[in-house]
């Protein structure tokens, strides 16, 4: 009797092993995170078992083996004595089928429907069984690694237990489904790992189109051009762009009537230089430590290859957004349904979110960039072509630079199709 009861907490540790491995394993990151601050001890000590996942799984190994060794060996002796030889068959047998059903399907099912719960139940004991097999452990994984060597395999290093960006990703992914984080989170979140991937020359408004003024008097035709450009900070260079001498902030310029300017290089700030290479949250953070909200950027000789802004890393982060002197028509006009006029200029994502459409982000940033792209040239003015349910034409062209683009929607087209021309 003595035999059978012991025979059976075996079969129980089993599936108590089995099923804590299922359960454990099964929790996702989140759920692991989450479980931190959970009012139960046994929830809160998951985290702890989680943290060394290569110790839990070795432990449970043992505990597994141990327990089905033990319980085959104890049935083999009790069979055998009652029936003999026929009896080491029975054994082989009935335990066979047993620990199947009650120390691996039965456990990993109920483990598997819930994981929390059966986790919960568990964590404690396996703690307590972690640290009385830690001699046994260390001897079995001593001896494991000394084999993987000798066979020409190498142990890999201790990996970094911080959250790699995928790591975060898919918890950010699972925290939405489950309302942890609410959708504009989400959309943040995603927008700030974005800017790790992003460098400031794919986000900065090339040389050609900078808005830059020489040194000059400050006149009514001088403020004439600053307003009829509408923008809040330009750039004052001598002789050339590359000899900056600083930014101008147009409010400086309140009262110039009342107060005559004699020489406008009273009025600059020092320009603040960055290569095209720094990383978008970078340059987010250099901005915020030094208060400013533009910054030139330099290729690797040091010439000024384009200028970038607050404005311009905010974009990236919540869409397109327009400063106090901004004018949205500048960039996209839907001068009819379905119909919309865009300045090379304009985001192709900008223009994805405001149109509904779905054309490609990942070889391109700008409208024009699409059009060179799509043309596979620089397109006569007025030739149009069709693709991802638009057309589009090359409304005005000047020289080397497209200056406008018409995007019309086609009726009834898909907008997830190529080129139809």
């Given amino acids: 009797m003595e035999s059978l009861i012991t025979i059976v907490f075996l079969i129980f540790l ?10 454990l394993f099964s929790l996702s990151r989140l759920e692991a995170l989450q479980l931190k601050t959970h009012p139960r001890k046994g929830c809160r000590t998951i985290p702890e078992l989680l943290s060394r996942p290569k110790e839990l799984l070795v432990s449970l190994l043992i505990g597994n083996e141990v327990a089905d060794i033990l319980s085959s060996s104890m049935a083999a002796t009790v069979l055998i004595g009652q029936y003999g030889q026929v009896g080491k068959w029975l054994a082989m047998a009935s335990m066979t089928v047993i620990l199947f059903l009650l120390g691996d399907l039965l456990p990993k099912a109920l483990a598997f429907r819930t994981p929390q719960g059966f986790g919960c139940l568990t964590a404690r004991p396996l703690k307590l069984f972690i640290l009385l097999t830690s001699p046994v452990r260390v001897i079995l994984v001593g001896i494991s690694s000394t084999v993987l060597r000798l066979f020409g395999f190498r142990e890999e290093e201790h990996k970094d237990s911080r959250l790699r960006e995928e790591d975060i990703l898919h918890l950010v992914e699972e925290g939405a489904e489950k309302g942890v984080f609410k959708e504009l989170e989400r959309h943040f979140i995603f ?15 090339p040389r050609t189109d900078i808005f830059a003024l020489p040194v000059q008097p400050v006149t009514k035709e001088f403020i004439k051009k600053i307003k009829e450009r509408g923008f809040s900070r330009i750039p004052i260079y001598e002789g050339q762009l590359d000899n900056l001498k600083g930014i101008l902030h147009i409010k400086e310029l309140i009262g110039w009537q009342r107060r005559p300017i004699n020489d406008i290089r009273e009025l600059l700030r020092p320009a ?12 987010l953070a250099e901005f915020q430590n030094r208060r400013i909200k533009m910054a030139l950027v330099v290729d690797e000789y040091g010439v000024i290859s384009g200028l970038v802004t607050l404005e311009d890393v905010l974009e990236e ?14 960039l996209i006009k839907e001068v009819s349904p379905g119909v919309y006029i865009l300045s090379p200029r304009l985001k192709v994502a900008s223009f994805n979110r405001f149109a509904g459409t779905q054309l490609p982000e990942e070889k391109v940033e700008t409208m024009g960039g699409f059009i060179l792209h799509l043309f596979g040239e620089l397109p006569r003015e007025g030739t149009s072509k069709e693709a991802y349910g638009l057309r589009f034409v090359a409304e005005r062209v000047k020289g080397p630079k497209i200056l406008s683009i018409r995007a019309e929607k086609l009726a009834g087209e898909p907008q997830d199709g190529g080129d139809r021309s």
């Fill in 317 to 330: 982060l919540f869409g397109e957004i327009y400063d106090e002197f901004d004018r949205r028509e500048d």
């Fill in 14 to 23: 089993s599936g108590f092993f089995t099923g804590s491995e299922t359960a």
């Fill in 191 to 205: 927008g700030l790992m974005e800017l790790e991937e992003t460098t400031v020359a794919s986000i900065m408004t």
């Fill in 272 to 283: 603040h230089f960055v290569p095209e290479t720094m990383r978008a949250r970078q340059l």
